[in-house]
């Protein structure tokens, strides 16, 4: 399977999954951990990827996504945003209904 593959695998399996440096409980950028700190507090589960473990998909993710940082917030198989989204829609209360709405959608399927 080449490498674009296996992100599309990760995306379209995972209802709710962050592209990250590091893990939410040992993140490796202020970014990242900023990201995943929002993403934890919605309560619900999430997937990650340590794109510092996967220097492939670290080289192909951004041009698969069109977007060229990270992290990278994938919801319900679409690109939501980086951290500065992530983290405005936390602060207004949309994240977590996002969030749950794709883990219930992805529960009955």
Not at 63 to 76: E, I, M, R
Request: charged share 20%; glycine share 8%; with cysteine.
């Amino acid at each position: 399977m080449d490498i674009i593959e296996t992100i599309k695998e990760q995306i379209s399996s995972n209802p709710v999954i962050i592209y990250m440096k590091g893990s939410p409980s040992a993140p490796q950028c202020g970014f990242s951990m900023r990201a995943s700190q929002a993403l934890m507090a919605c309560g619900e589960k999430f997937a990650y990827v340590d794109i510092l473990q996967n220097p492939d998909i670290r080289a192909n993710l951004p041009a698969y996504a069109n977007w060229p940082t990270f992290p990278q917030l994938w919801v319900g198989g679409e690109l939501v945003g980086g951290c500065d989204i992530i983290t405005e829609m936390h602060e207004a209360g949309e994240l977590a209904p996002v969030v749950k709405a794709a883990n219930e959608k992805a529960a009955e399927a």
